[in-house]
């Protein structure tokens, strides 16, 4: 049974660095062909793909500028998790953050609907 777990602050204050981690077991991150993809929801809106690194290493983004530019998603596969950091933010970006175990890549679906595996997410709020 894979599982994900994400972790991490739940208070953020403006203009500061959110960053979250997702634990995963019962999977490798390095296993092919799985896309581990960070999602997110703020309130009273839909689901929103944020962005994933691939089993390879390969990182790919939102290509909304506004978030492409301050998103950034790596790995650590000693410890089997993978990261999100979110710069500058704003209270925008209080959201419910998600992370997700995908088997197709994304240039083929971004659709954050669409998952293998779910946790049970984390609130964030950005406040001061």
């Known amino acids: 049974q894979v599982q994900l777990q994400e972790s991490g602050p739940g208070l953020v204050k403006p203009s500061q660095t959110l960053s979250l981690t997702c634990t995963v077991s019962g999977d490798s991150i390095t296993a092919s062909p799985y896309y581990w993809t960070w999602i997110r929801q703020a309130p009273g809106k839909g689901l929103e793909w944020m962005g994933a690194?691939?089993?390879?290493?390969?990182?790919?983004?939102n290509p909304d500028p506004s978030l492409k530019r301050r998103t950034s998603i790596s790995r650590d596969t000693s410890k089997n998790q993978f990261t999100l950091q979110l710069s500058s933010v704003t209270p925008e970006d209080t959201a419910v953050y998600y992370c997700v175990r995908k088997s197709s890549p994304p240039w083929v679906s971004r659709n954050p609907n669409e998952y293998d595996y779910r946790g049970k997410g984390t609130l964030v709020s950005v406040s001061s």
């Open positions: 690194v691939a089993w390879s290493g390969s990182a790919y983004y």
